[in-house]
């Protein structure tokens, strides 16, 4: 069910921590505590760890609660205001939108350095050949 890993992206949103694949059951505890302060419903920290881990369900409630964690009335509301439909694309249209490539993190940074020693060097060069 899609809905439900769009459900768990936008709570990591609103927590600002750090990717959840990091998470820790201290972390799920956490979790379940802001949950109840904000819901005034219990949800249990492994129910929640369970769950990002396999996006199984044990209730309809465990779903509603989260909606309303993030501001939705329920499940039902965050799947509705949630909704994509589907885009059928042809091959026209795939051309228009050729995939983009990116450039791997890494890569930036090491031009970003060998461009700072390069500025290093031509600075020394123009220095020495005074």
Same mark, same amino acid.
């Given at each position: 069910?899609?809905?439900?890993?769009?459900?768990?992206?936008?709570i990591e949103r609103v927590l600002h921590w750090e990717p959840s694949s990091h998470w820790r059951l201290r972390d799920f505890r956490q979790l379940s505590e802001l949950v109840h302060h904000r819901t005034? +419903?219990?949800?249990?920290?492994?129910?929640? +760890?369970?769950?990002? +881990?396999?996006?199984a369900v044990s209730s309809p409630f465990f779903l509603d609660t989260l909606a309303?964690?993030?501001?939705?009335? &329920?499940?039902?509301?965050?799947?509705?205001?949630?909704?994509?439909? &589907?885009?059928d694309?042809?091959?026209e249209t795939q051309l228009l939108h050729a995939p983009m490539w990116e450039i791997p993190i890494r890569w930036v940074i090491i031009i970003c350095w060998l461009s700072v020693i390069a500025a290093i060097l031509v600075g020394i060069l123009l220095v020495w050949k005074r």
């Amino acid at each position: 069910m899609h809905y439900t890993d769009d459900l768990k992206q936008q709570i990591e949103r609103v927590l600002h921590w750090e990717p959840s694949s990091h998470w820790r059951l201290r972390d799920f505890r956490q979790l379940s505590e802001l949950v109840h302060h904000r819901t005034h +419903q219990h949800v249990d920290a492994q129910e929640l +760890q369970h769950f990002w +881990q396999s996006s199984a369900v044990s209730s309809p409630f465990f779903l509603d609660t989260l909606a309303c964690f993030i501001d939705y009335t &329920s499940w039902d509301d965050f799947c509705t205001r949630n909704f994509y439909g &589907s885009v059928d694309t042809d091959e026209e249209t795939q051309l228009l939108h050729a995939p983009m490539w990116e450039i791997p993190i890494r890569w930036v940074i090491i031009i970003c350095w060998l461009s700072v020693i390069a500025a290093i060097l031509v600075g020394i060069l123009l220095v020495w050949k005074r």
